[in-house]
Nanobody
Framework: QVQLVESGGDLVQPGGSLRLSCAASGSIVSIYAMGWYRQAPGKQRELVASITSSGSTNYADSVQGRSTISRDNAKNTVYLQLNALKPEDTAVYYC?????????WGQGTQVTVSS
């Protein structure tokens, strides 16, 4: 079992920045990749960024160039730095952990971009 706890969501003005955190616990040695997804009201959940155990990263076109995913293995935590935030970035952001047996999701953290 893997437990994921997200934090860092907030209300920010357009152009602002946020850093989201996802702390993993449990059978973390089984995780081979982690990612951030988001879901806006009335829309499907979509990938924002992902990072593998070897450090390879992947970003959605919508956040490419203004976001960074990183991991701190000592803290078992994955971060998502979001810059130049836009109102269309408003969503619940979820952390996901991939293992060979199944995927795990966190409870989500709300990001609202509004003036």
């Amino acid at each position: 079992q893997v437990q994921l706890v997200e934090s860092g969501g907030d209300l920010v003005q357009p152009g602002g920045s946020l850093r989201l955190s996802c702390a993993a616990s449990g059978s973390i040695v089984s995780i081979y990749a982690m990612g951030w997804y988001r879901q806006a009201p009335g829309k499907q959940r979509e990938l924002v960024a992902s990072i593998t155990s070897s450090g390879s990263t992947n970003y959605a076109d919508s956040v490419q160039g203004r976001s960074t995913i990183s991991r701190d293995n000592a803290k078992n935590t994955v971060y998502l730095q979001l810059n130049a935030l836009k109102p269309e970035d408003t969503a619940v952001y979820y952390c996901k952990a991939n293992t060979a047996l199944r995927n795990y999701w966190g409870q989500g953290t709300q990001v609202t971009v509004s003036s």
